[in-house]
């Protein structure tokens, strides 16, 4: 079996260009693929924590996400109107240095950028149809002329196009984990000052939080489900009815947020749901990222597993002359990663939208608790052990 020379990967957020970089540091070419006309560079707040930090390094733009934290400092919770209750230090730099907070399209623009000058980018287009030969996997595009490459990688998020078209739909491979998550930009009401603050009942949540690196505040929206009832696949339209029905009067900012949130410029509303699948990989085609193993936005943990499994791929690819073992040798180091990091969600959860009223008052007891736990060091929590859940092995040689 030959080795993989010529790659594409679908998908330019945070898994496919990580994975660009780190296939030319071993000598193997990308293609890029990006349904976006350009690279989607706007969102929310996202952590890069642990093993990924290590990754961050070794790709040379560690010192680029720490100039771009949020610079965020507190997280406040409020009552229906607005009065200060407890709160916990949320600094966008972990004490242990081990966790950095910035915002998604600034991660995105980091890790782009120097690819641009090795990968080709297709943007506007996406795959549409792929055949696996014996030598190689002839892929239709929607746009661009069909071509051959060696391996495919999907890299194109929770609803990938490159999981249904080699893996069927998505339905079996999603466990939802009962809640809807709403984010979007509005003005800054409150004036806040790089500091979130959080408003919930059970099974509720309002949320905005501040941070000099976006225009405005970030506004949050998280509701509870116990059944999946179809709305994140509902147009926008329908899924701002939703959320007017849902949270109009409930108290402190929310009719506000709902006034404002006609015209945010990035609406983005999902179910939080896990990808869980038994193999990541059939034939020349794989999946990395949220594509493969979304852990959900209630982990905190998508942005880390991608970086981590571009590396992980990459280098698997580079060690094995066949991309079968490659792609096995793949799946066997991230496997025990990923699970861990998809184990957290629940608790993520559980402290962001209790659904109970005794779940909340425990919550906010946490909170209270929390600063004298660190103190004591007692609070090495499960996050940030399963965030450095994985040993990498060495680093490629730069400019390979
Ligand atoms: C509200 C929220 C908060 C979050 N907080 C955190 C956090 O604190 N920490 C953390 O680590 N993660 C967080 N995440 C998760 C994180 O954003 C994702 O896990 C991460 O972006 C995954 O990266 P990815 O590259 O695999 O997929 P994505 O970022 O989803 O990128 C997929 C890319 O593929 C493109 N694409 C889609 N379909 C096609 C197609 N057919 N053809 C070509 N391209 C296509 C898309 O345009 C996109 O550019 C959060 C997510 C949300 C929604």
């Known amino acids: 079996m030959t080795a993989v020379r010529n790659v594409l990967i679908s998908g330019a957020s945070i898994a496919g260009p990580a994975l660009a970089h780190w296939l030319h540091r071993h000598g193997i070419g990308a293609t890029v693929v990006e349904r976006a006309p350009a690279p989607r560079t706007g969102g929310y707040a996202i952590d890069v924590r642990g093993v990924a930090l290590d990754v961050a390094e070794r790709m040379g733009v560690l010192d680029g996400i720490r100039s771009s934290v949020t610079e965020m400092t507190r997280a406040t919770i409020v009552d229906a109107r607005g009065r200060r209750g407890g709160g916990f230090e949320a600094s966008s730099i972990a004490t242990d240095g081990r966790s950095l907070e910035l915002l998604r399209g600034d991660l995105v623009r980091l890790l782009h950028a120097p690819t641009t000058e090795y990968t080709e980018y297709l943007y506007g287009d996406s795959v549409a149809e792929i055949e696996q030969g014996e030598d190689g996997v002839r892929v239709t595009f929607e746009h661009a002329a069909p071509r051959v490459f060696d391996l495919v990688v999907g890299a194109d998020g929770l609803h990938s196009t490159t999981r249904r078209i080699a893996f069927g739909p998505e339905e079996p491979h999603r466990r939802f984990l009962g809640s809807y998550l709403s984010i979007?930009?509005?003005?800054?009401?409150?004036?806040?000052?790089?500091?979130a603050v959080l408003f919930n009942t059970p099974g509720r949540l309002v949320a905005m939080y501040h941070t000099p690196r976006a225009e405005g505040a970030k506004a949050m929206?998280?509701?509870?489900?116990?059944?999946?009832?179809?709305?994140?696949?509902?147009?926008?339209r329908d899924q701002r009815e939703f959320l007017r029905r849902t949270f109009t009067g409930h108290g402190w900012e929310a009719d506000r947020v709902l006034a404002a949130m006609e015209e945010a410029p990035d609406f983005y509303f999902d179910s939080v749901t896990q990808i869980r699948m038994d193999r990541w990989s059939t034939g020349r085609v794989t999946l990395l990222g949220d594509a493969g193993y979304?852990?959900?936005?209630?982990?905190?943990?998508?942005?880390?597993?991608?970086?981590?499994?571009?590396?992980?791929?990459?280098?698997?690819?580079?060690r094995h002359?066949?991309?079968?073992?490659?792609?096995?040798?793949?799946?066997?180091?991230?496997?025990?990663f990923v699970r861990a990091n998809q184990a957290v969600a629940d608790a993520g959860t559980d402290f962001l939208l209790p659904r109970t009223r005794l779940g909340l008052v425990t919550r906010d007891l946490?909170?209270?608790?929390?600063?004298?736990?660190?103190?004591?060091?007692t609070f090495d929590t499960k996050l940030s052990r399963a965030a450095e859940a994985l040993e990498l092995d060495a680093p490629a040689p730069a400019g390979a």
């Open 184 to 195: 979007f930009t509005v003005p800054n009401h409150p004036g806040l000052d790089r500091e």
């Open 221 to 236: 929206f998280a509701l509870s489900a116990r059944e999946e009832n179809g709305v994140d696949r509902r147009p926008p």
């Open 294 to 318: 979304c852990p959900s936005p209630m982990s905190g943990q998508g942005s880390s597993l991608a970086m981590v499994g571009a590396y992980v791929l990459a280098g698997e690819l580079a």
């Open 321 to 336: 002359d066949g991309h079968a073992a490659a792609l096995a040798a793949y799946e066997a180091r991230m496997r025990p």
């Open 366 to 377: 946490a909170v209270r608790a929390a600063p004298l736990l660190s103190r004591l060091g």
